[in-house]
């Protein structure tokens, strides 16, 4: 089965800087890769994903990932961060042959002002 | 847009209660799962549906069990409430597509206290 790593569990950075938040998986062929978004008190919102094509994908909210098999990482990136980027980010890596899908153990984001 | 509501935004229950979680999709998805999700650990499945009547176990189905009588509704059941169970649960929907799973839209999460 497929598994998801988040390096970081917390990360801090200043509003309108640049944001990289890290995913690696694990899985025996070319995975469906996606990121998700918890808001406090919320649920998970979709934020991207990648299932074939551009290794580059773009997203909502001004955020990109890129695919790498190489490294087997699936990085989020975003140029400029705003304070209402601050929640929970959630890497997860689907299976191409049934419904299965891993989620990492989540990224905090805290903006600073 | 997809829309997945379920019953309670916050519940307390009582060590050893029978507890019904709800959940309700409007987009006609094949697919719905139930996760839990605790600090540090992200989220497990517990159980999924892929049709009516028809169910899945996940990772940690233990004390848990599931109804889908409906396609639009999928139930978690607590037969035994025990305060290890105290977490945030998620719904989620999404359609089936031959070749592999596709993305998961969630509700809004009941986030249960199991004194």
């Known amino acids: 089965a497929q598994s998801v790593t988040q390096p970081d569990i917390h990360i801090t950075v200043s509003e309108g800087a640049s944001l990289e938040l890290r995913c690696n998986y694990s899985?025996?062929?070319?995975?469906?890769l996606f990121w998700y978004v918890q808001s406090p008190g919320q649920g998970l919102q979709l934020l991207l994903k990648?299932?074939?094509?551009?290794?580059l994908v773009q997203g909502i909210k001004g955020f990109e990932a890129e695919f790498k098999r190489s490294q087997s990482s699936f990085n989020l990136r975003k140029p400029s961060v705003h304070w209402s980027d601050a929640a929970e980010y959630f890497c997860?890596?689907?299976?191409?042959?049934?419904?299965?899908?891993?989620f990492g153990a989540g990224t905090r984001l805290t903006v600073k002002p | 847009d997809v829309k997945v509501t379920q019953s309670s935004r916050y519940l307390v229950k009582r060590t050893g209660e029978k507890v019904f979680l709800e959940c309700v999709q409007d987009?006609?998805?094949?697919?719905m799962f139930w996760y839990r999700q605790d600090p540090g650990l992200g989220l497990r499945l517990i159980y999924f549906?892929?049709?009516?009547?028809?169910?899945e176990k996940g990772d940690i189905p233990e004390g848990y069990s599931v109804s889908r009588e409906k396609k639009e509704r999928f139930s978690l059941i607590l037969e035994s409430a025990s305060t290890n169970q105290t977490s945030m649960y998620l719904c989620a929907s999404s359609f089936a597509r031959l070749g592999g799973a596709e993305t998961q839209y969630f509700g809004p999460g009941t986030r249960l206290l199991v004194l």
């Open positions: 549906s892929y049709d009516v009547k028809m169910k």
């Open positions: 997860a890596v689907g299976a191409r042959n049934n419904n299965d899908m891993r």
């Open positions: 899985y025996g062929a070319t995975p469906y």
């Open positions: 990648y299932f074939s094509g551009d290794t």
């Open positions: 987009m006609d998805h094949e697919n």
